[in-house]
């Protein structure tokens, strides 16, 4: 991304915002990470939500895995409530937490979506930035730290 194209969206977020939903796929103590491709950062799956496509932010989250998996979850698949939520001004993020015995392969995912993901990977929860050190892109987006403390405290209080 150069710096215009950075300018540019980050201009757009300022003054129309942001509104959208991912979701936490967790399978014993791994997460399921996404490479993105702009910016080259690891990120949990999700995206942007569309009033035409979404009642609300769990659709999102739903239709965003779907989209960028190939993997069709249900919404009583996702926790009841987002293990994260961030919204001021014109921005707003869910996060949804979804509790699975089965890793998922995820290679399916339909071709127009593949251009936003470089590839996928299950991390341990409790130790990401080691799992991911091997990596040649080892970043996380700027938010996903802060998220995993809250999956984590939440699974604390689950288990």
Same mark, same amino acid.
Not at 26 to 32: I, K, M, T
Not at 40 to 55: M, N, V
Not at 58 to 64: G, K, N, P
Not at 130 to 151: I, P, T
């Given at each position: ?47 942007? #939500? &569309?009033?035409? /496509? *979404? ?9 965003? +895995? ?5 993997? @069709? ?52 929860? #409790? &130790?990401?930035? /080691? *799992? ?9 987006? +700027? ?5 995993? @403390? ?10």
């Amino acid at each position: 991304m150069n710096i215009i194209d950075f300018l540019s969206a980050f201009i757009k977020l300022f003054t129309q915002g942001y509104r959208g939903a991912g979701i936490v796929y967790l399978c014993g103590n791994h997460v399921l990470m996404q490479l993105r491709m702009h910016p080259k950062r690891w990120a949990f799956i999700g995206g942007s #939500y &569309d009033k035409t /496509k *979404d009642a609300d932010y769990r659709e999102t989250a739903v239709r965003e +895995f779907w989209e960028e998996t190939g993997v @069709k979850l249900r919404i009583s698949d996702l926790e009841k409530e987002p293990v994260h939520a961030l919204g001021f001004w014109h921005y707003r993020w869910e996060l949804y937490l979804v509790i699975s015995d089965k890793k998922i392969e995820v290679d399916n995912a339909p071709e127009e979506y593949r251009h936003e993901y470089q590839k996928y990977r299950y991390v341990n929860l #409790y &130790d990401v930035r /080691k *799992d991911l050190s091997s990596e040649r892109y080892h970043k996380l987006f +700027f938010f996903v730290s802060y998220q995993l @403390k809250k999956v984590r405290r939440y699974i604390e209080i689950k288990r």
